[in-house]
Nanobody, 116 residues
Framework: VQLQASGGGLVQPGGSLRLSCAASGSSFNIPVMGWYRQAPGKQRELVATASTTGTKNYADSVKGRFTISRDNAANTVYLQMNSLEPEDTAVYYC???????????WGQGTQVTVSS
């Protein structure tokens, strides 16, 4: 499974960005897709995951601001990020897997920078 993420960039605090990730190389619906992030000097952390059954998980730090969604037929996952804060600055990785934490496959990462 290959994952191709896009949509990162530079945004001011309070702004919005939408990340997209398309999976290829799989002939079936991937059970769980999600997003992780890694800020400079910090460990990689789960941001959000979504299953084909509609179950979603979010990190406490992004609840109410970020929304994950999926197009199951297209094996594509999105992350709508609103009310962005400087603390959201990180490299965001698209992931996929069979468990709720979706860590079997990783994309290349896309940079999100929140700064004025």
């Amino acid at each position: 499974v290959q994952l191709q993420a896009s949509g990162g960039g530079l945004v001011q605090p309070g702004g919005s960005l939408r990340l997209s990730c398309a999976a290829s190389g799989s002939s079936f619906n991937i059970p769980v897709m999600g997003w992780y992030r890694q800020a400079p000097g910090k460990q990689r952390e789960l941001v959000a995951t979504a299953s084909t059954t509609g179950t979603k998980n979010y990190a406490d730090s992004v609840k109410g601001r970020f929304t994950i969604s999926r197009d199951n037929a297209a094996n594509t996952v999105y992350l709508q990020m609103n009310s962005l804060e400087p603390e959201d600055t990180a490299v965001y990785y698209c992931t996929a897997g069979s468990k709720w934490y979706a860590r079997d496959f990783w994309g290349q990462g896309t940079q999100v920078t929140v700064s004025s």
